[in-house]
């Protein structure tokens, strides 16, 4: 592998690993729906807001999301919202692997 191929998988993995936590997909999901506060996202996840801080900061810091400051409040949205087809395929794969399974069963 080359060194400019090497860099470009190695960002790529960058955003894969920001996004490989259940709690971030979950985020991610409801970014897609909708932009959310940080309040709103703690109570949603069920953990303490410096818990859900940290995945949020993960996850801007690779690109995924992105913030805005009202008031007292930070309000996030999906960024790249490119990153919704990722759970499209995801499913499809988790689909096909269930469906494999069933045959051999």
Do not use: W
């Amino acid at each position: 592998m080359d060194k400019s191929n090497s860099i470009r998988f190695e960002a790529q993995a960058q955003i894969m690993k920001a996004l490989s936590h259940p709690t971030r997909l979950f985020i991610v999901h409801e970014l897609g729906r909708a932009e959310r506060c940080v309040c709103e996202l703690t109570e949603m996840v069920g953990a303490d807001t410096s818990t859900v801080s940290k995945h949020l900061s993960i996850m801007k810091n690779a690109g995924i999301v992105d913030c805005e400051k009202r008031g007292t409040s930070i309000y996030y949205s999906l960024k790249m919202k490119c990153v919704l087809n990722f759970f499209t395929c995801v499913n499809e794969v988790l689909k096909k692997k269930v469906e494999s399974q069933m045959v051999f069963a």
